[in-house]
């Protein structure tokens, strides 16, 4: 058996996210966010648009940059879960690969884009189609899954690379396609640096 994404989604669709005192969700040991996707698109339209030409390709890096990051750390939180233990791990049997399957599951059920893979080459490449993301409305000039990119990098870092936290900044995400420019999904495809 492969990772059943339909059965992950519902299972982790149902799970209630919620703080402790510290500000931290139990399940991930990470910090909770509840901030509306407006305010991050808002944010990341106005640093776009407040840089000056030649320093564009430099806010843009930065703001994957902050998703990478979080995704990063966020993400090993997530795998190594009790949560993702429960629903995911009994359907592995293809290790790293069905792990990832299980990753963009989650993505799907907790709302941070309707995404999955439709290429993956272990350890050299994964494409990613997504038919919703934060930024595929975002209403800027150009390609603009910041978010999407970062955590696809993570993802595939937490995945191929050495163990966390060691194997940060082995692979990278370039978006080839988006929703925010017209066509009908977005597409992102991770590759070694």
Not at 17 to 31: F, K, R, W
Not at 109 to 116: P, Q
Not at 136 to 160: E, P, T, V
């Amino acid at each position: 058996m492969t990772v059943m994404r339909d059965t992950v989604v519902k299972a982790l669709a149902k799970v209630h996210v919620q703080s402790d005192e510290n500000g931290l969700i139990p399940e991930y040991e990470v910090l909770v966010n509840l901030l509306p996707v407006s305010l991050l698109n808002t944010f990341s339209e106005r640093m776009m648009e407040a840089a000056p030409p030649e320093r564009k390709d430099e806010v843009e890096a930065g703001l994957v940059r902050a998703a990478y990051e979080c995704g990063y750390h966020t993400g090993c939180g997530i795998i190594t879960s009790e949560i993702f233990s429960d629903v995911v791990m009994p359907m592995v049997t293809e290790d790293e690969k069905d792990i990832l399957r299980g990753a963009y599951a989650a993505f799907t059920a907790w709302g941070w884009a309707k995404s999955g893979i439709v290429q993956l080459k272990e350890a050299e490449k994964m494409t990613i189609r997504a038919f919703d993301y934060y930024e595929a409305d975002s209403g800027g000039k150009g390609l603009r899954g910041f978010m999407l990119r970062g955590l696809s990098q993570a993802f595939f870092d937490l995945a191929y690379a050495e163990p966390y936290p060691d194997g940060m900044d082995t692979y990278l995400c370039r978006q080839t396609k988006g929703i925010e420019v017209g066509d009908s999904y977005g597409e992102f495809v991770v590759v070694k640096k």
